[in-house]
């Protein structure tokens, strides 16, 4: 049985600003989660119905991201909060692009939107690499 990656609490969390697409971007659907964000969740129908489908995109990403010590909970919460003082990039170790994204706002914001759509990879490949 794989390890529980990520939270259906914190998919619940990011889902009340889900019309933004945060819950899909957390559960690793960058282009539904871009649709979202630019349609505001499809008018807010499919934001209703991601309520009810939220168990399963926490399953799926369960079994589609590597388990490790580097914890994807804590990554996403310093992404969404903290993402243009680089804090999340710290947390796992780039520390150069950390302290970069600390004195350019993320890199103009264009690297936050960047992490956005990569964050799960790049915690999956940092936890296969130090398991």
């Known amino acids: 049985?794989?390890?529980?990656?990520?939270?259906?609490?914190?998919?619940?969390?990011?889902?009340?600003?889900?019309?933004?697409?945060?819950?899909?971007?957390?559960?690793?659907k960058p282009v539904t989660g871009t649709i979202w964000f630019f349609t505001l969740g499809l008018l807010f129908v499919?934001?209703?119905?991601?309520?009810?489908?939220?168990?399963?995109?926490?399953?799926?990403a369960d079994l589609r991201f590597t388990p490790g010590p580097t914890d994807y909970n804590v990554a996403w919460i310093l992404l969404t909060f903290l993402g243009i003082f680089g804090v999340h990039r710290l947390y796992q170790g780039k520390w150069i692009s950390g302290i970069i994204y600390l004195f350019t706002g993320g890199l103009f914001f264009i690297g936050v939107l960047y992490d956005f759509w990569t964050l799960n990879d790049q915690v999956s490949v940092l936890n296969a690499k130090r398991s």
């Open 46 to 60: 499919g934001w209703i119905i991601d309520l009810f489908l939220i168990p399963a995109m926490d399953r799926e």
């Open 1 to 28: 049985m794989r390890q529980d990656t990520h939270s259906k609490v914190i998919g619940y969390l990011l889902w009340i600003f889900g019309f933004l697409g945060a819950h899909r971007f957390y559960y690793g």
